[in-house]
T-cell receptor
Framework: AQSVTQLGSHVSVSEGALVLLRCNYS??????LFWYVQYPNQGLQLLLK??????LVKGINGFEAEFKKSETSFHLTKPSAHMSDAAEYFC???????????FGKGNQVVVIP | GAVVSQHPSRVICKSGTSVKIECRSL??????MFWYRQFPKQSLMLMAT?????????EQGVEKDKFLINHASLTLSTLTVTSAHPEDSSFYIC?????????????FGEGSRLTVL
């Protein structure tokens, strides 16, 4: 079975400061890793994904994440937070041939002016 | 990117009535769609996996007679909440996987907020 751990349900960050959301996964097979963002009363939008190849992945809206197999991590970062980054962020893990994704509990990001 | 559309986005109904929510993949074919339920400030709870042309696979604890899922075509899956009660009020989200893309990425609908009075 695959699982994801996201610690800290609420994350506050000052506008212009670094955004760091931590994601650790558990998987017995090579993982596919995803970060999704959810705005209020909306579905989920893919920010970025890692399947194979380069371990540093760049996504939309200036976000990036690095796959570290030795640490079983896929932390999400953005150098400078913007007010529009306030949202819920979910990390998810899947794998080749696996029909499902396992989601973390999410991080609610609050951006302080 | 691929687009998944859900309808309606919001629905209010009386207790005891049934409500149908549609999930459509607009520009790709989806042999598999997923239905989730999301409670306030919580993660997504997978309810069932909908397979085109066959019966849905329900997660443990989800009543299949209450949450009827039909996946009649490669672009449409429906969730019907039968005899809805106030405790069924929630945000329901569908997702679909593009059968042509093997990376496991899911594309999500906009969600449907159900309020049962």
């Amino acid at each position: 079975a695959q699982s994801v751990t996201q610690l800290g349900s609420h994350v506050s960050v000052s506008e212009g400061a670094l955004v760091l959301l931590r994601c650790n996964y558990s998987s017995s097979v090579p993982p596919y890793l995803f970060w999704y963002v959810q705005y209020p009363n909306q579905g989920l939008q893919l920010l970025l994904k890692y399947t194979t190849g380069a371990t540093l992945v760049k996504g939309i809206n200036g976000f990036e994440a690095e796959f570290k197999k030795s640490e079983t991590s896929f932390h999400l970062t953005k150098p400078s937070a913007h007010m529009s980054d306030a949202a819920e962020y979910f990390c998810a893990v899947g794998s080749y041939g696996n029909n499902r994704l396992a989601f973390g509990k999410g991080n609610q990001v609050v951006v302080i002016p | 990117g691929a687009v998944v559309s859900q309808h309606p986005s919001r629905v209010i109904c009386k207790s005891g009535t049934s409500v149908k929510i549609e999930c459509r993949s607009l520009d790709f074919q989806a042999t598999t769609m997923f239905w989730y339920r999301q409670f306030p400030k919580q993660s997504l709870m997978l309810m069932a996996t909908s397979n085109e042309g066959s019966k849905a696979t329900y997660e443990q604890g989800v009543e299949k007679d209450k949450f009827l899922i039909n996946h009649a075509s490669l672009t449409l899956s429906t969730l019907t909440v039968t005899s809805a009660h106030p405790e069924d009020s929630s945000f329901y989200i569908c997702s679909a996987r593009d059968r042509q893309v093997g990376t496991g990425e899911l594309f999500f609908g906009e969600g449907s907020r159900l309020t049962v009075l």
